[in-house]
């Protein structure tokens, strides 16, 4: 039988335990590892797909380079033509856009 002293270094999990209940994992302590477990194959992917690329290291980095810098450009262009439309919208307006106030 647990004396006094036994009761009173028993901690959260200790007194589950003798009623046979456990904590509930939190949604944290189950996604994290699987997370981790992702991540690591994609890296392990890419690791395989640079293997097995049909190219040399520095064409492959060349290419990718190029591709990067045109979805940059894409954007760039995309947030340009957004803010070229918000200025005709307000194109009557002499106050510069970041001055407005509203009353």
Excluded: C, H, W, Y
Excluded at 39 to 48: D, I, P, R, S
């Amino acid at each position: 039988m647990l004396s006094l002293k036994d009761l009173k270094k028993l901690d959260r999990d200790d007194v589950l335990d003798l009623l046979g209940l456990e904590t509930r994992r939190t949604t944290a302590e189950s996604a994290l590892p699987a997370l981790g477990i992702f991540a690591a194959g994609v890296l392990v992917g890419v690791g395989v797909g640079m293997l097995l690329a049909d190219k040399p290291g520095t064409e492959l980095r060349g290419d990718l380079r190029q591709r990067i810098q045109g979805g940059q450009d894409k954007l760039a262009t995309a947030i340009n033509n957004a803010r070229g439309t918000e200025t005709q919208q307000g194109a009557g307006s002499t106050v510069p856009p970041g001055s407005r106030t509203t009353t």
